[in-house]
């Protein structure tokens, strides 16, 4: 079955540190993935999404992330955080049963 | 304009009750879904609709009963209250259905719903 695994709970990053947010997904065939942010109190916004192609994704905000099929990673990366980018971030694989899965979350914290 | 709105924000009530979240949306799109967020921030989708008909049903209990009036509707009435109904809601719509390219789901801001 399909499923998405985001290994860290909580990570705290100083202002201005780059942010690296771990995410791994089982999935047979080649995976549709995205990258969610819930701000507090808030609805997910969609950060950006994987399909085809380059495996360098930009998306908004100053993010990125990376699919690397041999790790089965897709790793959600800022060179320089701000502080409105605290938040909680979530990793999702499109199944096969017409549904996303979402992983279990990421609270992003700044340090000023 | 709010793309995905939701109504109310906030819900309290007592168990046994019986309560509907309102669902709208104004992007014209397809598809639309019901989510429920636990208290761990686990996201799990209960439904989805794709013009009116019920595509995605998990394994959610019977009190829970989702309702399309048309494409941009999608509310969701749910019988006899539980303790553990409490919970945030959110409701989504999308183009198509999930996973094809213009598949983004845009969310609505949630209702938190608090069983007593």
């Known amino acids: 079955a399909q499923s998405v695994t985001q290994p860290d709970i909580h990570i705290t990053v100083s202002e201005g540190a780059s942010l690296e947010l771990r995410c791994n997904y089982s999935?047979?065939?080649?995976?549709?993935l995205f990258w969610y942010v819930q701000s507090p109190g808030q609805g997910l916004q969609l950060l950006l999404k994987?399909?085809?192609?380059?495996?360098l994704v930009q998306g908004i905000k100053g993010f990125e992330a990376e699919f690397k099929r041999s790790q089965s990673s897709f790793n959600l990366r800022k060179p320089s955080v701000h502080w409105s980018d605290a938040a909680e971030y979530f990793c999702?694989?499109?199944?096969?049963?017409?549904?996303?899965?979402f992983g279990s979350g990421t609270r992003l914290s700044i340090r000023p | 304009d709010t793309a995905v709105s939701q109504t109310p924000k906030y819900l309290v009530t007592q168990m046994g009750n019986d309560k509907s979240i309102k669902c709208e949306q104004n992007?014209?799109?397809?598809?639309m879904y019901w989510y429920k967020q636990d208290s761990k921030k686990f996201l799990k989708i209960m439904f989805s609709?794709?013009?009116?008909?019920?595509?995605i049903n998990e394994t959610v209990p019977n009190r829970f009963s989702p309702k399309s009036p048309d494409k941009a509707h999608l509310n969701l009435h749910i019988n006899s209250l539980e303790l553990g109904d409490s919970a945030v809601y959110f409701c989504?719509?999308?183009?198509?259905?999930?996973?094809?390219?213009?598949?983004?789901?845009?969310f609505g801001p949630g209702t938190r719903l608090t069983v007593l």
């Open positions: 992007l014209g799109h397809d598809t």
């Open positions: 999702a694989v499109w199944s096969s049963a017409s549904k996303i899965i």
């Open positions: 994987y399909f085809s192609g380059d495996t």
């Open positions: 989504a719509s999308s183009q198509d259905v999930a996973g094809g390219s213009t598949d983004t789901q845009y």
């Open positions: 999935y047979g065939a080649t995976p549709y």
């Open positions: 609709y794709n013009n009116k008909e019920l595509i």
